[in-house]
C-alpha cells in the first residue's frame, strides 16, 4: 500500500472516531452540552491536550468518564499513526509527485499537433528515444510509473520533463487525457496485439485525422489493424529479418544509417516536409530553392501528399515544379530542417 493509500485510510479512520466521539458528548452530556462544546472537546481531547473537563464535568457521570477513556486509548492513538503517516507522505515525495502530476496535466492540456506513445517497454523506449533526439513533443502512457521512472533515469537530464499519463492505454479516458483529440499521431508498442487492436479502434473514433501506427507481432493482425483505422503496422520479426538480410548483402548502407540514428554530436536525419498551401515554395522549381547551398539539404525524392503508397519522384530534376501537394523527402541534420521546413509554411 502506497504513502498515499495508508494516509487516506489513516485520516478515514480518524474522522470516524471523531463523529462517534462528538455523537458520544452530546448524547452522554445530556441537553446543557452543545455541538460545538462536543466538536471542541473532541478535538482537544485526540490532541492530546485534557482540557474537556473545562466544559464537560465527568466527576459525577461514570458513563462520561469511561467514554472519555476510550476516546484517549482509541482516539489519540489513531492520531499519532495520522501524524506518522503524514510525515512518511512528505517524506516520500507524495505530495511532491501530486504536485508534479498536476503541473504535469496542465502541459499536457496545451499541447497540440503531438504524438502519444503507448507503452514504453523494449520497442516503446526505442521510440521515445527518436521522438526525444529530433525534438518532437509527445506523451507517453504507461501502466506502469516505475515503467516511465527507468525510462526516465536511462534517459538522463533530457528525459526530466518527459509528459506521460499512468493508465490503461486502451481506455478511452486515459487516451483522452494524453490529448488524443488534438495529438498528430498516436504509435502503438504494447507486447500484445489485441490491445494495439483495441488502441486503433478508439484512436480512430475520437480523432479522424489522426495518424495511427501500430505493433504488429503477428502478421495476421494486420489486415484487421488496417481495416479499423491504423494507417500502418510495423512487425518488429519481419523488421528484424530485413536488418539481418541488409546486414550480409549491403553493410556499409546499414553502417551509414546506424551511424546516422546514433550520431550525438549531429541529428542526421531523412526527413519530409510537406508543402501547405499557403507555401510559397509552390510552382517554384528546385533550382530555385537551392536546398543544397541554403540548407545543406539533399533532395532524396518527391511524391504527393494525397497518395501515401504512391512510388516517389527519385532525384527529380532542378527543373521540376513543386505542386501545391508535395511532400519533400530530405537528408540533412534536423536543426537545417527544422528551418527549411518553417521556411517552406510561410
Not at 539539404?297 to 501515401?308: E, G, N, Q, V
Request: glycine share 8%; aromatic share 6%.
Amino acid at each position: 500500500m502506497t504513502a498515499r493509500r495508508r494516509l487516506i485510510v489513516a485520516c478515514s479512520l480518524l474522522l470516524v472516531v471523531a463523529i462517534i466521539a462528538v455523537s458520544g458528548y452530546r448524547i452522554i452530556g445530556g441537553p446543557s452540552v452543545s455541538l460545538l462544546d462536543a466538536i471542541y472537546t473532541t478535538v482537544v481531547t485526540l490532541s492530546g491536550v485534557e482540557v474537556y473537563e473545562e466544559i464537560l464535568h465527568s466527576s459525577h457521570n461514570s458513563t462520561l468518564r469511561v467514554f472519555n477513556i476510550f476516546v484517549v486509548l482509541i482516539g489519540v492513538g489513531f492520531a499519532v499513526y495520522v501524524f506518522s503517516e503524514l510525515t512518511a507522505f512528505l517524506v516520500e515525495g507524495e505530495l511532491r509527485h501530486l504536485f508534479r502530476r498536476a503541473r504535469m496535466k496542465r502541459q499536457i492540456g496545451h499541447l497540440k499537433e503531438h504524438f502519444i506513445v503507448c507503452g514504453v517497454g523494449e520497442t516503446g523506449r526505442h521510440v521515445v528515444e527518436e521522438l526525444q533526439r529530433v525534438g518532437t513533443p509527445y506523451v507517453v502512457v504507461e501502466m506502469s510509473d516505475s515503467a516511465v521512472g527507468r525510462v526516465r533515469d536511462d534517459g538522463g537530464d533530457g528525459y526530466a520533463g518527459m509528459l506521460y499519463v499512468v493508465g490503461d492505454a486502451t481506455d478511452e479516458g486515459v487516451l483522452l487525457e494524453a490529448g488524443l483529440d488534438r495529438a498528430k499521431g498516436l504509435i502503438s508498442t504494447l507486447p500484445s496485439d489485441k490491445d494495439n487492436l483495441v488502441i486503433t479502434v478508439v484512436a480512430r473514433q475520437k480523432n479522424a485525422a489522426i495518424r495511427i501506427v501500430s505493433r504488429c507481432t503477428d502478421l495476421s493482425y494486420s489486415p484487421r489493424m488496417l481495416k479499423v483505422g491504423a494507417n500502418a503496422t510495423v512487425s518488429p520479426n519481419h523488421i528484424g529479418g530485413l536488418r539481418l538480410a541488409s546486414e550480409v548483402l549491403r553493410p556499409n548502407v546499414v553502417s551509414f544509417l546506424d551511424l546516422m540514428l546514433q550520431e550525438k554530436s549531429r541529428t542526421l536525419r531523412i526527413e519530409e516536409i510537406d508543402l501547405g498551401a499557403a507555401s510559397g515554395w509552390i510552382n517554384r522549381t528546385i533550382d530555385e530553392l537551392d536546398l543544397s547551398a541554403r540548407y545543406n539539404l539533399l533532395l532524396l525524392a518527391m511524391k504527393p501528399t494525397s497518395d501515401l503508397n504512391s512510388l516517389p519522384m527519385f532525384n527529380p530534376p532542378g527543373s521540376t515544379l513543386l505542386p501545391q501537394d508535395a511532400v519533400l523527402i530530405l537528408l540533412g541534420d534536423m536543426e537545417d530542417l527544422r528551418r527549411a521546413r518553417s521556411d517552406a509554411r510561410s
